[in-house]
Every structure is written in structure tokens, then in C-alpha cells.
């Protein structure tokens, strides 16, 4: 089916509701504590209301279950989403996220449950379930189709009444830890303060910060698999400067490429790869980070290839150092009150069962304002970086091919919950358990109204309340959906870093 069809179709159904005014509406899903105890969400709700949007929140007096966490919690609130989804487009979840204790709990999906409990991707983990939002997202179906308690199984609960990853609501998360109504309180604050900017001090939302790591060595060894090739994350970072930065009129970028060891990044950078340029680069105000390089719930690595000792051409483990370029201990430094929206190419940054994870840590800190963060070991695109005029291979589902989708949504206007869930629906066309896995593990966290050029000119008259245009979904004009390079050899992309930075700590 031609996608934009297919995605007017997704979307169209935003532009209805009882409340008969436009898909500017949005549901809290949140809990009579934080009601009565945050010192900012009434005014957040005020501002959104100022900007032309119809806001309710839900408390467990609307979607009961009161007094229970995990599951039982999570099923009552996606039944009162389903029930009143058609007056909302949005819906912004508000408390926490772990899938067992968490009062607005994630779900426990299970998309690589034919996977082996010992081994994922060829290392010795057990990733076959991971954190998700997104049955509050898709709420037609039952995601747990063949009744046997394990949600979100591919295959096994996809399909007719089952799950059709068709997004109802476009749904986001902020986090909250131990009811710390502060650090909630400073979310909802960045989060306020980025629509309340001066139009005159939007300029730094154009600027694009691109730090990349390598991924692989030319050698390295996986099980059953060889890397002919070096992997350098700045191919790319590269691919998205050609494609969606450049052309776009007014936006420029810094990069930060790898300049270390034996293999050095091929491409021109502004900057080298480390994380004291990372703190202090960032600190200057970006609109948009976009990175590569392994990551873990707190953390995201270099892998440098130090020295070919044994003169073989290719790199051994005993070669090879891996050092942080951000942790969740520098999202303090780096934050300026001029946060942006970003996407980490990594594993487990956005584990919000963690606390103090990378993402949740970015966002309190007003580094990010809105960010895509995966709950395990992502999978990547096989689009061929390497060629600038290569097609963006939508086959898969990434947190690559999802993050420059996303990238240039924002940047056509869309607001963020527009532009991730338009990403989420394009990417993933082959309908196998790693889709599955990479659209559900991707979870955005912040407030999903917000665009890239928010500012207090979104203010709407009250006489006219529709305010700005604001057009959900349709246009994502696009590098373009063809040519995919997939191979069944090719391995998880990230899984490799995952596994060599557990390595280097047991070492
Ligand atoms: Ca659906
Ligand atoms: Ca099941
Ligand atoms: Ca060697």
C-alpha cells in the first residue's frame, strides 16, 4: 500500500472526536498523588490550554485500580484509554514506569519470545521481553491474543484482534522516581519553559549535534559472524547531515567524530569524540542531538581499536578500548535551559525501570526536552550509510531509520508525538519479530505537543482557539521507502557494544 495512504489512514481518525474541535487534545494519565502534590502540572496543563489544546487528566478516580501497581494497573488504564481515546490525540503518561511496582506501569512485551532465554543476538543475555508504552498507543486489539499472559509475542498475538501496531493515541512518558515531585516538577518546568521562548531565541533548535561513534572493527568476531568491515556510526551521521540537514534551509551541524587509535573516522569533523567536548559542546544549546555508539541504561561508549598487536589486519577483543562519551552523571553539566529533542542509536538508554537511566536523567536535567530512549537491545536499519544517496531502508525498525524519520518530521513542523509515531508506523515494513521489537523497545519520553519552533507565538487567541495549524501525521516526504539490504546474517546491529562494555567491566 503507497504509505501515505497508509498513514492518512493511521491518522485520520485524530481529526474526530466529541469534543469536535481538532486533534489539539490530550489526555494525562497520571495519579491523584502527583495531582495534589506537583507544583507545576496545573500550570502545565494551563499552558497547553493557552496554546489552543483541550487537556483532561486521569487519575486512578477515572481508570480505577487503585491501590495496585504492575499489570493489574496498566490493564485498568489501557481499558479507560480505550474508552475515551477518540476525544484525544495525545496522551502524556505522568508517574512510574517500572512494568511490576510502577503505578502508571510500562508493559512487559515479549516480541523475541522464540528466542533463546541464554542467548540474544549470539551473546549470553536474555532479551526476549523489554519495556513498552505502546499497547496505551495501539489500543484496538488485544496484545495478548492467544491468552497465554506473555504480552506483545510476535506472531503469536499479532494478526486479526490481535496486535496492529496502528497507533490510536500518540502516546509519551515522563518518568517519576519515589513520587519526587522536584525532579517532576523540573521536567514539567523545561518543558513549559521550551513553549514559553522568546521567537527571538529560537535559533539554537537549528543547530544539530552529531556525535558518532564506531560501532565494529573490521574482524571482530560475533558468533558465526565476522566483520569485513569497519562499522563507523559517523557513516551515518554523515548520510543524515546529506539528507535531511543540508537541504533543509537555515539548520547546521557540529560533529563529532572519532580521532583515536588505529582506525580514525574517514569524514571531517568539528570536533573529536569524547565526552568532556560532549558536555561542553551540548552545553551550548542544540535543538537536535542525534548519536551513534553502544549504549547501557546510564551510559554510551567509543570502541577504539588501539593497536593491531599481532599485525593481522584484523581487530581482536585484546585490541580494543571502550570509554564513555556520555553518562547519565554529566546530563547536570550539560544541561542549559536550552534542551532539544534527541535520539540515542543505543541500547537501554531509555531503561526507565532504572532509575537515574540516561534518558530519564537528560530530561531532568533540561538537556533534552523530548527523547527517544530504548528499554533493551535495539535493532538497526540496514540502510547503506555509507552511500549518501542511498535510500532510507524502512524494512526494519531502528532506532537509526526511526530517528531520522523523526528528525525530519520535527523539522517539517510536526510536533514531537506527530513526528515519533509517524517514525514508529513508516519503519518496519517486514512484519517479523525484530519490527516488532524495535518499534516497541523505542519509547519517547517528554511532552509530545512540543515542536522544534515552539515558542510563546503559539498563544492563541481565545476567540480563536484552534490557534496555529497543526496537522497531524500525512507528509513525511521522505528519503524515500525502497531498497532494503537485509540479510538474515546481518547481526542485532548494536548488540555487539552491549557486550563487549560488560566484558570490559568483568576484565
Ligand atoms: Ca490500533
Ligand atoms: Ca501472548
Ligand atoms: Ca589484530
Redesign the pocket.
Known sequence: MNMLLLLSLFFGPFHTGTHGVTQKAMIIVTTRKIVSQSARLADFVRAKEARGYLVDVATEDDYGAAGETGLPRALAIRAFLQSVHADYSYALLIGNAHADYGDVPMWRVWARHAWSSTNCGGFPLDCRAHETDYPYADLTGDWDLNGNGQYGEAGLDQGEGGIDLVPELMVSRLPVYFDDMRELDAMLSAAIDFGDAAPADLAYRRRVLLPAAFFYFK?QELVGYSYPDNVDGAESAQWFLHRVIEPAEGYSATRMYEREGIATSAFDSELALTRENLISTWHDGYGMIFWMGHGLEKEVARVIWTA?????????DT?MTSTLFIHSDDAEAIGSGRPGFVVGVSCEIGSAETYRNLTSELLLHGAAVGMLGSSSVTPGSTTDWADPDSELELVKSGADNIGVLFFQDLIAGKTAGEAIWNAKVLAGAVDDAEALAGRTMLNFFGDPTLRLDSSSADVVDPEDPTGKADDSGCATAGPGNSGSRTSALWPPLLALGLWLLRRRREL
Do not use: T
Request: proline share 0%; net charge negative.
Open positions: 574482524g593491531d598487536a599481532n599485525g593481522d589486519g584484523k581487530a581482536q585490541e
